[in-house]
């Protein structure tokens, strides 16, 4: 039997605007609207893998390096009608083998769902139809995926990365108000952990980008705390005034990480570009000195022209290359997350032949400031060799 | 000149890669605990059983179907998230 399980869909507003269900383009491939009533909106093929954590699907290099794991296409459709006091619906989940065999799926469900217009979600009749070995114990793991595409549908996700759905969890067979608050509270303290432990090199994007998360998680707390908190009950007054301090606390404490971080890191940009500016000069007075033929007077004719131009394109790349380097990284953390995440995982995996080349390949290319120096080197070596 | 600075920039290129080769690495002493999140991660499917607990760190959880035995099964699934990762 199935049980009914409840959440909420964040909305600093307090209201759902039915309006704007399914304008979340990035997670959406199809909406479809009836013109003729507006009080109902289709949503077809979203594909999960791309929206949520939820059901893991496999980045390329782990098909590569275990052979025995499969990757499996999930996609959710979704169905919504306005009534006057809420928006009822239904969902349904395929899990087959990939996007073309849709119809030859291993696993179907559907879920029913009503979602009163504060963002309060109940869902309820979850049925389940598969011929892969399953058991009930799964129904709160679906009940769940279910609730992150209608999430996903209905709110979108502006202040963290689409695919960390960590902040807010499901309940089952009533709403727990405060669990909501304290799985945030607890959200926003892994959030300020994380600040303070981030590699200050591919983390830079999100560690200033963590600011604005924390403002954007109390705006929603702010008004979940105002639907759903009676405050002319001393009692849950208190409780509640008590967590809303600890929060602000926390967020205290994350943003002075930050600023301290920011301080330490223009305190560097600046170093560099002053090492930057060193070089720039350096080379322009080359070229000057080049111009005017000074090599001929200063009796220096044996270096070349080619070597100069050479050894300074590597000597200015030597000095560019942490800020290329956290800004690539930063980009695949963002836009390639499961490669980044592979990666990761990598660097502590048992070598086998393939991860063992893999190992090598990816040691060469993160120093490959070091690996250009021995480029520099070979160049130079054959230079001298070749022009005496 | 061109020898001098192949000399130069070679043992600088040499040694900065021996360095981070043997010399400096930041996460040595989460090694087992990473290690043992890498062989979940790449070969066993992040699975995970009623026993399993977080101690504490992020994971993502979720559901994933495999095959096993030559069935399909779901199983139970918890990844270190960014924010684990990072810890």
Partial sequence: MSSTYFGWIPTNLGFINFDLIGENEDSLQYKETDISNSNYISIKDIDLNFISDSYFPKSSLVSKLNKNSKEYYLSGNIEFNKEENKITGFSTLTISKNKKLLSKWYFHSKISFEIEYNGKIKFYNLKIDTNVEYYDTFQEDIAFIFYIIIKNTVHGNNHHHQKIDTALYITKDEFKPFDILNNFAQHIKRLEYDVKSIDKCFGKLKILNSKNEVDGYKSYIGTFIELFFDKNDKAIKAKVESKEKIIDNVIISLKANVEKQEVKNNFQVAFVLNMITFFAILISLNIFANALDVKKDLNLENISNISIIINSFFVIFFFYYKSFKCHILNRIFYKKYYEYESFDHLKYHKIDKISKKIKVISFFVKNIHFSMLIIVSIINTLLYYYIY | ?87
């Fill in chain 2, 1 to 87: 000149m061109e020898l001098y600075i192949a000399i130069i920039t070679g043992l600088i290129g040499i040694g900065g890669l021996l360095w981070n080769l043997f010399g400096s690495s930041k996460n040595r002493e989460n090694n087992t605990f990473r290690e043992q999140e890498a062989e979940r991660f790449f070969e066993k499917n992040c699975e995970i059983d009623e026993n399993w607990s977080s101690k504490g760190r992020v994971y993502t959880r979720g559901v994933g179907l495999i095959e096993k035995d030559g069935k399909l099964k779901f199983i139970k699934q918890a990844k270190l998230c960014d924010t684990g990762i990072l810890h």
